[in-house]
């Protein structure tokens, strides 16, 4: 069936280190991809977003890289900071061309990061 | 802060009983999303609703149900709770389902639901 799934549920990474979060697809008809952080007893927050006719963007110590010929997209954090200790989660979004009238938005797992000092 | 508001923070309730979780999305939203997370697992989407109608719906049990009112606020009503029902429940809003392929969801900080 289709699915978003991540590859590692706990990733543990030093302080200062570049962080490499993954996530696998399954729906070839997604058309944009988010990146969510979820700090402890809080909501997902907003971090990156790249669309379909993109193979990279790069935020704020952040970049989303897309493979579309393996149905892949990775998240790096560069210089991981305690701060960034959280859940991320990637989700897919098919466009409402693609799925019956409206966006459907699909989650991921989740990768919990910890951030050693 | 995202702009969307939830109620109560958290709620600690009975089995059997029946609760409400109100929403407030951010201004200028028109779609709102209910989720549930329970501990240390995904976003599970339960329904979505666009300017007071009734979008999508995902894995919601029959025993839920949910409503966008014309102020565009939301409710989830969540009726002979069960032990397993206890969870953190997300509401999200963005403007609009077909918003082109950039409808970014904000979410609230969230309702920890207790059922004893």
């Keep these: 069936g289709e699915s978003v799934g991540l590859h590692l549920p706990t990733l543990s990474v030093q302080e200062g280190d570049n962080s490499i979060i993954n996530c696998a697809y399954s729906n070839s ?16 927050q907003f971090i990156i977003d790249i669309r379909s006719n993109m193979d990279k963007r790069q935020g704020q110590r952040v970049t989303v890289l897309l493979n579309k010929t393996v149905k892949h997209l990775s998240l790096q954090i560069a210089a991981t900071q305690p701060g960034d200790s959280a859940v991320y989660f990637c989700a897919e979004n098919i466009a409402p061309g693609r799925s019956g009238g409206y966006q459907k938005v699909t989650f991921g797992t989740g990768t919990k990061l910890q951030v050693i000092p | 802060d995202s702009g969307v508001t939830q109620t109560p923070k958290h709620l600690i309730t009975a089995t059997g009983q029946r609760v409400t979780l109100r929403c407030s999305p951010r201004s200028g939203d028109l779609s709102v999303y209910w989720y549930q997370q329970s501990l240390d697992q995904g976003l599970q989407f339960l329904i979505q609703y666009y300017n007071g109608e009734e979008r999508a719906k995902g894995n919601i049990l029959e025993r839920f149900s949910a409503q966008q009112f014309p102020d565009l606020h939301s409710e989830l009503n969540l009726s002979s709770l069960e032990l397993g029902d206890s969870a953190l429940y997300f509401c ?25």
């Excluded at chain 1, 008809?29 to 997902?44: R, T």
């Excluded at chain 2, 970014?104 to 059922?115: A, K, M």
């Design chain 1, 29 to 44: 008809a997604s058309d944009y991809f988010i990146w969510y952080k979820q700090e402890s007893g809080k909501g997902p």
């Design chain 2, 92 to 116: 999200a809003s963005s403007v609009a389902p077909w918003a082109g392929t950039t409808d970014t969801q904000y979410f609230g900080p969230g309702t920890r639901l207790t059922v004893l």
